[in-house]
């Protein structure tokens, strides 16, 4: 079984600062990734996600990831983070022929004004 | 576009009571899931559907029954809430054309007491 590991539980940064939180994941086979965003007190939304093509992938309100096969790595990435991107973060990973993705433990990000 | 729709958005139960939720999704998907999301432990699977007419379990189905009315609707029904239920609960839906990306509901909290 695939498996999804989150390092960071929890991240704290001041606005402004750059963010980089880590996704490892088990299954060496074709993949499809996901990151998704839970603001407090909301649903899941997607943030962004990775099919084919370019591993450089481009989401919503600036965040990016990037996919290295060779690390088992999809590290979400923004270079300056703002107050209102305090949430929990939330990466997925869909392979084997599975539609359904496993979901890491999350990532809860702090910024402070 | 409503995308996800869950009800009710919060419910208390005794111990022993019996409650369905409701998850209505327009967005034409064929896959429909049940998640419990609960502090540390991240989003685990209860049901799943992947089209109408079929449901399999999930990794914590437990005390759980679903039931996929048909292509829109996917409900989740305790029989006999237990304090180990209380948890808050997530429908989401997905499809091919959106790369399996899930939609998801904005979540029922549930306390059994």
């Known amino acids: 079984a695939q498996s999804v590991s989150q390092h960071n539980h929890h991240v704290i940064l001041s606005e402004a600062a750059s963010l980089e939180l880590g996704c490892n994941y088990s299954?060496?086979?074709?993949?499809?990734l996901f990151w998704y965003v839970q603001y407090p007190g909301q649903h899941l939304q997607l943030l962004l996600k990775?099919?084919?093509?370019?591993?450089l992938v481009k989401g919503i309100k600036g965040f990016e990831a990037e996919f290295i096969k060779s690390k088992f790595s999809f590290n979400l990435r923004k270079p300056s983070v703002q107050w209102s991107d305090t949430a929990e973060y939330f990466c997925?990973?869909?392979?084997?022929?599975?539609?359904?993705?496993?979901f890491g433990r999350g990532t809860s990000l702090i910024v402070h004004p | 576009n409503a995308g996800v729709t869950q009800t009710p958005k919060f419910q208390v139960l005794k111990t022993g009571q019996s409650m369905t939720l409701q998850c209505a999704q327009d967005m034409n998907h064929n896959s429909m899931y049940w998640y419990r999301q609960d502090p540390g432990m991240g989003l685990r699977l209860i049901y799943y559907s992947a089209s109408e007419g079929t449901t399999d379990k999930g990794e914590v189905p437990n005390g759980y029954n679903v039931s996929r009315l048909n292509k829109r609707e996917f409900s989740l029904r305790l029989e006999s809430a237990a304090p180990s239920q209380t948890s808050v609960y997530f429908c989401?839906?997905?499809?091919?054309?959106?790369?399996?990306?899930?939609?998801f509901g904005s979540g029922t909290r549930l306390t059994v007491v």
């Open positions: 997925a990973v869909m392979g084997g022929g599975s539609y359904i993705p496993t």
């Open positions: 299954y060496g086979g074709t993949v499809n």
């Open positions: 989401a839906s997905s499809g091919q054309l959106d790369n399996y990306g899930y939609t």
């Open positions: 990775y099919f084919s093509g370019d591993p």
